[in-house]
């Protein structure tokens, strides 16, 4: 760890990440049993994480390393049709055209900036810049992006976590977040983000590195908007984020659209 240029910084906090994870891609019919050729691939990613972060209030660096399986070995197969059994959902029953067995690696990093904080008896507003990118097998890419968040005690955090590589951002700076302070445990607060994405490389749409496989033409631009709430009550902290994102690939139908809920306790 101490040969990783930014974490051995005496003056930063530091601290670790370890994550396990299972991602799935379907197309949009589901419960066609003929492969669609101009829909995404059916793709499971099971995969685990290892993550150095490094910050002050100002800043977050964090380096990823994610190491898994893409394809049948990934068991999302099992995972997705085990939970449409129990709510009941449609069945899913292209699998057998999924991606095949690969070994994945991807390497990402992202730096966090602080870069307006502002606070008058209690309410606030902060906006918090990002930039970083990842290269491997499974995707490479470069990204930017920004949040804005407006509010009564705003947690001294970087911001909401998405579900992706690098998202971490939920654990506090200083003594000055709500979910450590006593004279203020109550946050509530809105805020609105965008990112963008340059996609050189995405496994999920392009198909496997080294054999043939259902594959799309894939959007190269690739952009995010987004707004929602979050809540702290004393050390606990809720977030929900309503996200639409552009076209990913030729023939895709819409725009997506998808809601990101976070739950996390602080000790």
């Not at 499974?138 to 509010?151: L, P, Q, S, W």
């Not at 609105?192 to 799309?216: A, E, P």
């Not at 707004?227 to 977030?239: E, I, N, Q």
Request: glycine share 8%.
């Amino acid at each position: 760890m101490r040969k990783i240029p930014f974490i051995n910084q005496p003056e930063l906090q530091r601290n670790i990440t370890l994550s396990l994870g299972q991602s799935m891609y379907t197309p949009e019919g589901i419960e066609c049993k003929e492969l669609i050729k101009d829909d995404r691939p059916y793709a499971g990613w099971t995969y685990f994480g290892v993550a150095f972060h490094s910050k002050n209030y100002s800043f977050l660096n964090s380096l990823e390393i994610q190491m898994g399986i893409v394809g049948p070995e990934s068991f999302a197969e099992q995972t997705q049709k085990s939970a449409h059994r129990m709510l009941d959902s449609k069945r899913a029953d292209g699998w057998k055209h999924q991606l095949k067995n690969e070994p994945g690696l991807a390497v990402i990093y992202d730096r966090k900036t602080r870069i307006l904080s502002a606070n008058s008896r209690g309410i606030g507003i902060d906006a918090i810049a990002h930039a970083g990118g990842s290269i491997g097998n499974v995707y490479t890419f470069a990204d930017t992006g920004m949040e804005i968040r407006y509010g009564l005690n705003i947690p001294s955090d970087f911001g909401t976590s998405l579900i992706r590589p690098a998202g971490e951002s939920n654990a506090p700076i200083n003594a000055r977040d709500p979910r450590i302070t006593c004279a203020n445990d109550f946050s509530l607060y809105m805020f609105t983000m965008i990112n963008g994405y340059v996609m050189l490389r995405n496994i999920f749409l392009d198909g496997n590195t080294f054999t043939d496989s259902h594959s799309v033409d894939k959007k190269y631009f690739v952009g995010e908007i987004g707004a929602g709430t979050g809540v702290v009550y004393r050390r606990y902290k809720l977030s929900y984020a309503h996200i639409l994102r552009t076209k990913e690939f030729n023939h895709q139908d819409s725009c997506q659209v998808f809601g990101s809920i976070t739950f996390s306790f602080t000790y």
